[in-house]
């Protein structure tokens, strides 16, 4: 299915400043619909063939039943069958008759008003508005509507609608049954929906509005001047307390004179509230994680309460080793709770920003400093949210280490001193992250998926079961005294989400 401005362009050879126009009276479909009870189309000539028009783009009304059941868009009729769009672009003049439906309503009659659609004087198109009639009394709501469509429609003939410049609301444009106000010439009210009056309520207007101006009932009414001097329509929103109001006046005009004009006006405080709570909202989940983070840290506290109490040295050091994996835990969320990169979500950080303190808490624990590692960063991880953050920073703690703790022993001096790289890279989706050190490698027979120690089998659990991923241990490429170790991670970026908590098998 072709879009409107494609056949436009195609079918019907509109120009560029045509299909501006279209665009622009598309934009404001809603309003004409609603105001016409009824159906709008655009029709044009075809470029092959004058007397065939294609249809290019419509709009039914929300106020009323539709002449259409199918979509008519891209429809070509012969103008020997649609006689009134025919006559009104050959003329010029509007055209108006009631007609007999099709055979999808039996007993139906529309009345159907064709005027010219003109761009810069020179009619493109013809508008239509068709409208089914019914043998019932027309309601005032309703014939106001009527009133304000047919002048809407001349206005469309005599090439001022729809409007050039027209500003356009920031938070939904107001439609017909939101409430509408009609003005006369001197900007005064001739007519007020029941949903006007109530939009005003809300903005603590009380008075009945016939026959006063906006000022009057002690609201702002520049727009509606502006409106009226410019010959455009003017959005602004009207704000009391913590109700707004979004108000679009529009001008009708008539050989160049502003004879009247009405009022859309929609209360819009909900929208907005939802707005400002969307807003709030990531501020809240960055308190969160700085929440986490305290609860961890206190965890860790208690644990190393509990590590002096303890006798045995194993047992203060299997504690002094769960502090060190809380601590990488709470890393993760202490750089969520700060991350204030423009594009923060307060779910996603820049790894980077979580492996540099890594590093460092790392380094703190080093045992001998005159034994200096050098440690180094390379390349860039790229913004991973919480789910692959969190057990990759694990990942990442324990694999650094284990280079502290088995890479390096006394006899252990490379030539080029004591270096691990920590390199991050992207292979199409694929994050790979590289840990490699020149220690003295893996020991002779070393197996990684025969590993039982704590630490490689938390890397196991965590890169395949929370990151999807892969991982390989191997004896790296230097010299035989210290040909070092590379472990490689490489896991998607994307995957399915789940619930963030490692499933450790106890
Ligand atoms: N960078 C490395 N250089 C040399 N050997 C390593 C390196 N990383 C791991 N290893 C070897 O792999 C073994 C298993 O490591 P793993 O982390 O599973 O256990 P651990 O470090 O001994 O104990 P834990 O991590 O539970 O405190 C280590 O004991 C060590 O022999
Ligand atoms: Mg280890």
Redesign the pocket.
Known sequence: MASPIKIAQQVAGFDSAAVEHLQRLIRTWGLLADLALGDVLVMAPTVDDPEVYVVLANVRASTATTVYVHDPIGDRHRSTNRPLAHQAFVTGELQRAVVQLGPHFPDGEAEILAVPFRVNGEPVGVVLRERRVFQREILLLEQTYLDLSDRIMQMIADGYFPFVGANEPQYGAPRVGDGLLVLDENRRVVFQSPNAVSALHRLAIHRTPTGLRIDDLGLDDSFVRTAYAMKVGVTQELERRDVTVTTRCLPIIKDDVVEGGFILMRDVSELKRRDRMLLSKDATIREIHHRVKNNLQTISSLLRLQARRVESEEGKFALS?SVRRIGAIAIVHETLANDASEDASGDDAPFEDVARPLIRLIEEGLQSPDDPIRFVLDGEAGRLPLIRSMPLAVVLT?LL???V???FPKECHPADGRIVTVSFSTEEDDLIVSVA?N?????VG?DFAE?R?????LVHTFVTAELNGTITMVRGDGPDEAPG?ATVVRFPRTWEDRVVGPAIDA
């Not at 220690?439 to 020991?443: D, F, L, R, S």
């Open positions: 080793e324990e280490q284990n280079v703790d088995h890479a050190d220690g003295q490698g893996p020991p070393f590993a120690g704590l630490g490689l089998t170790t």
